[in-house]
Structure formats: C-alpha cells, structure tokens
C-alpha cells in the first residue's frame, strides 16, 4: 500500500491559501501535463475554492473549508466517487486558471490542498478498505496531477512526492499491464521521471510501453496488435485507447525516448478498426464495456476512417475492404461504404465475436451478433451500466445479455476460447463459422450468412451434450421495438420497419413455441444499459428447443411496412435443406448443408 511517509513535509494545512514558491518551468524539466481528465471542467477554480467537488452525473458535495478537506467522505456510498477525490484531478481547474491568468491565489488552493492530501494519508493502513484503494488506485492520477502542479511552482515536498508515487507505480506489483491502465501507469511513471531528473524511472516506464505492444507480459495480447485491434474487447475502449497511445507517443518524444516506427504503423491501423466498429446510422456499437456514443464524438478524427465514418461517408477514406477477420476475435463487415451505387446511411453493417476468453473491458459475447439494416439497429447487445453496481455489471457481461445460444442447467465456463473454424467475403454473401466447448458438457457451433439485396441474416446453431439440453437463441433489439411471439418464431416493429425472425423447419429438430420477454428483473431479461446507470426494458425474441443434438436455423429478414416474407424449404439428401426467401424486392436463395455450412446460391 501506498506510504507517503517518508522525504514528504507534513504540515497543518492553513486556512488561506499558502504562500508559494513561483518559478518559470526549469528548462530541465521535460514532463509532460496529461490532463485531468476532464476534472478540471466540472471543478473550475472558484468552486474549489469555496470547497466544493463534482464529478460526472452527481451533485457537487462541499468536501473542503479552505484548502482543509475531509478526505473520508463517500457521500454516494460510490467507489468511483472517492477514487475522483483522491485522485487530485479536480485541482486541475485552479492550476489551469494560475495558467491562464497568473492569479496565484489559485495556484496557492491547489498547492495546499495537495499538501493536505499528502499530510491526511500518508498512511493508509488505518482507513477502511474503500478509502485505501482510492488512495492506491487513485495514485497514477494523482501523480500525474503533482506533474502539472510542478510546472508551475517547485518546492522539496513535491519532488519528494512525485518521486514517492513514482516509485510506487514502479514497483511490479503496482503495474496493471499491458492495457489502458497500464499504459497511463507507464506514461505517467515516464513524464514524472523526466520532470524531476529520474532517468531511471523515465526509462521503465518507456520500456513497460514498448513491452506492452511488442512483448506483452503474461501471455496478454499486444496493447495494440500488427493487424491495430487493442486488446480491451471494448469498442469504447478502443477509441480511449487511440487517444492514450497518440498522448504516450507525445511523452516519449518529449522525454527523449524514440517512438518506434511500428508503434505508429500499428496505431494509424487502429483507425480502420475502430470505423469498423460503428454502423451506417453514425454509432459505435457497444461491443464490451462500452457506452452508447455517435462517431462524431471521436476527437482528432484524422483524414481516413474514423474520418470518414465520423462524417457518414463525406470526408475522409474508408477502409480498403468491406469486410475483415482480425485475429483479436472480430469479425466486422457492412455491404459496403456508400460508394457503390449505395447511400452510406442505407448500407448494411454486422459484427461478430470470437477468440480469446474476457478480458479487461470484455463481456463473454463470443459467438454474439449486432446487425443494422434498413437504417436502424435491429440486433444490439445489452450495453454497459457503469462499475457501481455488481450484479447489473454481472448480468451485461453474461451470455444472455448477447446474441448468442444459451445453454440451461450447466455452468458457463468464461475461460473457454471459441475458434472461428471457416470464413468467406462475397458481394451479397457473407459467411463465417464458430465453434467452442464454453458451456461444460457441450460443443456449441454457429454458422452465419449475412447477406445484402435482401438484406438480412441467416443463423444456423448446433448444440450437442450427452443428454438433453434446453437450449436458446437470444435476440436483443433495441428498446424502440416491440416483439411479438408467431408460433416458434417472432416478429419484433419499430416505426415503418418491420424484422421477422423465421425459423426454418430441420429435420429431426422439434422446435419449441418462441418467447419473447422485456423488463423482466427475476430472472434478469430485457434491459439495455445506454450508460452510466441507466437501463431501459428492450425486447429479447427467445427460441428454444431441447435435445442433445439441437440445430435451429432462423431467418433474421427486416423489411419495411406491412410485408411478410415469402419463405420455402426443400429437404435435400443427408439432412440439409435450400431456403428459397423474398420479400424486400429481391430473392434470397440459401443452403444450409448437414456440415453446418452455409451457402447462398441465389
């Protein structure tokens, strides 16, 4: 635990702000200031003064008389909340107002309330559990706050404090590893070495990043890989990660460490990724841990992909093909990027999952489908509803938050890797095969065709267990739906659009009537979380059956107004079936093979 005991000055902190030693930045000094993450907006100078504290979604709470702060408060009985305070972020409002306008009042708030930070919990082993990781968890922030602090003022206690909480940080047993925590560990261990002359730390956290992304420790995957996928398996995350990494390159060229040619390779790559992960309606879609967000948001967008989906098609390059596997656990594809013959807005866009087991912000999504057609979403995950509720948290990250097939009565195994086993990009044809054993006692294998002109999908599950099995596939729309059971399939309509979730007669398989349900809380079913906690009921078109060999097949086919699509099937020789399909202007003529594979033929 973090002891900031020794070599700091601990000092009664004073009503009024102290005098302080004032100086130009040594031009020895070769930190850089990393932001505060947006603290610095929600806590401009006057409102820490008068003693009050904000963050995101909550209410200011006085917290401080003068630069005397009560840093035992958890008014919203929330981890996130202390970790903010005890971060120091919230200072970064005065130190930029000093910035701005000289005025050294300012200066003196945010001085002496780091003093006091450092006097109050210099040892944390007699506060609660709750108080002692906000203080280690909050120490890179509050590092990273000393670093910007001493840009403007010098003074033996905070070098002594930036080399305490630098050393802390580079103790191995501090360092999260090869993902974003890592990475602002290490950028942060850098700058405060270089700013106070301690080549020795600036070059471990040099190396911990170089390490990250070409020797990541662990087995992880690279921070960044050669195909420019990160390792977080968040869409969300992905985008954080692209700022972070352009932000650590800054502090290597500024500490005078070399940024590697494939650094900056692997990082313009992550753009293509990342436009990979939105859909034609200018959403990113919430793969992971991630919120709901548009792609305009995406700040320092460039002139190629993220460009080009920021800005629907109108400026910017898109990525050179249509649809691509990357080895992180992605498959990502659209019918295309509104340059052939089609409007961007009115293309087609699908993702998949696969790979490796959760990590970091990862849910256990494998084998899970999104899918926007006809101008909306129509299959969606579950979403994320923040870190302050466990069991939501829990929930979202299951497999029943996804679109996916479930098995009941064993237990999920989150551990267990599922293979992507074929895949084949064809105009029109999409298609892509999984297999995993994550259900204990089970293989699960699930065939996709996506297709374009119709546009719709074509799932085909096979689940084998030695003794039967309920079995389900899970289909998530958006909360603007409603979802109505049609004998063992379902049809679900937001204003004009209409999807109908057909599911093709197998033989041998004996199909259970469809289920749809939405807001239901025991069990937990129908709920989409757009953010911090915030959730909304939303439909899940459930279809069962049980057996231990359970195939389903289903025809997920948007359409618009009043149209049914007209479907029909021909048993072919070893178990396997043609579906010829129209509705939406076009015919949509499929094998499904007694392999498994899929195959469009018309």
């Known amino acids: 635990m973090l002891s900031l005991a020794a070599g700091c000055e601990r000092a009664a902190a004073p009503a009024e702000p102290p005098t302080v030693q004032l100086t130009a930045k040594a031009a020895a000094d070769r930190s850089v200031c990393l932001g505060y993450n947006g603290l610095d907006r929600l806590n401009p100078a006057a409102e820490v003064r008068a003693g009050r504290f904000r963050v995101p979604g909550a209410a200011p709470v006085h917290v401080a008389t003068g630069t005397d702060v009560d840093w035992g408060l958890d008014p919203y009985d929330n981890r996130t909340w202390e970790l903010w305070l005890h971060s120091l972020e919230w200072l970064g409002g005065p130190i930029k107002e000093y910035a701005r306008t000289g005025d050294r009042a300012a200066l003196g708030t945010a001085a002496g309330i780091a003093r006091d930070w450092l006097a109050d919990n210099d040892d944390p082993g007699r506060f609660g ?155 990113l879609v919430q793969i992971g841990e991630s919120q709901a967000a548009r792609t305009s948001e995406i700040g320092s967008a460039g002139n190629g992909p993220v460009r080009y989906v920021a800005t629907r098609g109108r400026q910017g390059a898109p990525p050179a093909r249509r649809a691509r596997v990357y080895q992180a656990g992605y498959v990502l594809g659209r019918s295309g990027w509104g340059r052939d013959g089609r409007a961007f807005a009115a293309e087609t866009s699908y993702t998949a999952r696969f790979g490796p087991s959760r990590f970091a912000h990862g849910q256990n999504d494998h084998m899970a489908l999104t899918f926007h057609a006809l101008g909306r979403d129509v299959l969606v995950p579950s979403g994320h509803i923040g870190y302050s509720d466990d069991d ?33 990009f064809s105009p029109g044809a999409d298609t892509f095969r999984f297999t995993d054993s994550a259900f204990a006692g089970t293989t699960r294998s699930r065939s996709v065709l996506a297709a374009s002109d119709p546009d719709a999908l074509v799932v085909l599950d096979d689940v084998r267990s030695p003794v039967p099995r309920l079995v389900e596939q899970l289909w998530h729309l958006p909360a603007a739906f409603s979802a109505v059971p049609q004998g063992t399939g379902a049809v679900a309509g937001a204003g004009r659009v209409r999807v109908h979730f057909l599911r093709i007669p197998l033989p041998g398989v004996a199909a259970s009537p469809a289920r749809v349900v939405r807001g239901s809380l025991n069990p937990r079913q129908g709920w989409i979380a757009p953010g911090h906690r915030r959730k909304t009921p939303a439909p899940v078109v459930s279809l069962p059956a049980r057996g231990s060999q359970v195939r389903t097949l289903t025809l997920i086919a948007p359409v618009r107004g009043a149209e049914r699509p007209d479907v029909r099937t021909r048993p072919l020789p070893g178990g396997g079936v043609r579906v010829d399909a129209s509705f939406s202007g076009h015919r949509l003529a499929f094998v499904a093979g007694a392999d498994g594979a899929l195959r469009r033929v018309r």
């Not at 939501?392 to 064993?410: E, F, I, Y």
């Open 392 to 424: 939501w948290q829990a929930w979202l990250r299951s497999p029943d938050a996804h679109n996916t097939v479930v098995v009941r009565g064993v237990p999920f195994r989150q551990g267990a890797a599922t293979a992507l086993t074929g895949h084949r």
């Open 129 to 283: 559990d709750h108080r002692r990781e906000a203080i280690a968890e909050g120490t890179k922030f509050r590092l990273a706050t000393l670093v910007c602090l001493r840009q403007h003022q010098t003074g033996r206690w905070l070098d002594d404090a930036i080399a305490e909480h630098a050393r802390w940080l580079a103790d191995p047993k501090h360092y999260s590893g090869p993902w974003n925590h890592g990475t602002d560990e290490s950028m942060i261990l850098m700058t405060a070495g270089c700013g106070i002359g301690r080549d020795d730390l600036a070059e471990l956290g040099h190396r911990r990043l170089r390490d990250a992304i070409l020797d990541p420790p662990g087995g992880a995957r690279p921070a960044i890989d050669a195909e420019g996928a990160d390792n977080e398996q968040s869409t969300y995350y992905s985008v954080y990660n692209r700022s972070r990494w352009r932000l650590a390159f800054d502090v290597m060229r500024k500490c005078g460490r070399p940024v590697p040619a494939e650094f900056v390779r692997r990082h313009r790559l992550m753009d293509e990724f990342i436009a990979f992960q939105t859909t034609p309606g200018g959403d």
